[in-house]
């Protein structure tokens, strides 16, 4: 039997590694645009799922960043959604041996982090505030996901609304784990370290169109940012 650590990750209270968001964040900033650093990769496409991105196909990172951004779309109809949808893989090898899984479900998203590469035993943080609406119809979503060793900022535009079209969350846990020390081989261009997107047995149908694309950032000044810009009047 598989062991599961479930964790529901209330961003109400949530401390975002020295960032404090005292506010109250069901009343999120819905026209709020979270700022992208430099791009280090960008890719039109058809349908990236199933694509895998080696950190060795994008520019190098500037000194002095630590995180890193990836922002892609995806097109299903969330109220046929039955089981979780891997949207991301983070990994050193290959998708079955990844680290760390990003998820649909239920309206928000679901971090899994595995006790070993590619282990049945993980802990999942869900987030407990929604992410997205759920339709009837397929809505293309936005996904811009700001990831360190530490941390994640997470962000969601629905594109089929121009106004209050965006959500947003923080976690207080990143690609890293005590055991295990990733981020630096996506920092470094390794060519071991990769992105693999998409589900390989979506409960629904499920495309992931537009582009794909890779940005730096400095947690540092992120947290600044938000703290001057987010979290000051909410």
Not at 16 to 30: A, P
Not at 56 to 70: A, C, F
Not at 103 to 129: I, M
């Amino acid at each position: 039997m598989k062991i599961i650590k479930y964790v529901e990750s209330m961003i109400v209270l949530l401390l975002f590694e020295g960032l404090f968001i005292s506010s109250v964040f069901s009343q999120d900033k819905h026209s709020y645009i979270t700022k992208l650093g430099t791009n280090l990769f960008y890719r039109e496409v058809h349908d990236a799922n199933r694509t895998v991105l080696g950190m060795n196909e994008i520019r190098s990172v500037t000194e002095g960043m630590d995180g890193l951004t990836v922002t892609f779309y995806f097109t299903a109809n969330l109220s046929q959604v039955t089981k979780p949808l891997k949207l991301l893989s983070f990994t050193n090898s290959t998708e079955n041996n990844s680290y760390v899984d990003l998820f649909y479900n239920a309206g928000t998203f679901t971090v899994r982090r595995k006790y070993n590469p590619g282990s049945e035993y993980y802990y999942d943080y869900h987030l407990y505030d929604p992410m997205f609406t759920i339709d009837s119809g397929a809505v293309m979503w936005e996904v811009h996901l700001f990831f360190t060793g530490f941390s994640f900022w997470i962000e969601t535009r629905d594109t089929c609304k121009s106004v209050n079209n965006r959500w947003h969350a923080p976690l207080f846990i990143g690609i890293d784990s005590p055991r295990f020390h990733i981020m630096n081989g996506f920092l470094t261009s390794s060519p071991l370290a990769k992105l693999v997107f998409g589900d390989p047995n979506p409960s629904t149908t499920f495309t992931m169109p537009e582009e794909i694309g890779i940005y730096e950032f400095k947690y540092s000044e992120l947290r600044s940012t938000l703290n001057n810009e987010f979290s000051k009047d909410n």
